[in-house]
């Protein structure tokens, strides 16, 4: 099984994976993860991938 995991923080995600189930299923072929760095498909020097919600208010989004 794969799972593509896209994320900010990718380095977070190794000590997840680094764990007992995670890391047996892997060590075993069952398992399958590919953690891909979101800030490497941004357009801007500041490499930024959250933008202002429409209409303004709280919280935040996603850039597409």
């Not at 994320?7 to 000590?15: H, N, R």
């Not at 590919?34 to 801007?44: E, G, V």
């Amino acid at each position: 099984m794969r799972f593509d995991v896209f994320t900010i923080l990718p380095e977070v995600m190794d000590a997840y994976l680094q764990a007992s189930m995670l890391r047996r299923a892997q060590a075993a072929g069952l398992l399958e993860v590919r953690l891909h760095n979101l800030r490497d498909f941004t357009h801007d020097r500041h490499r930024t991938t959250d933008d202002q919600p429409y209409g303004g208010g709280g919280g935040m989004v996603m850039k597409p």
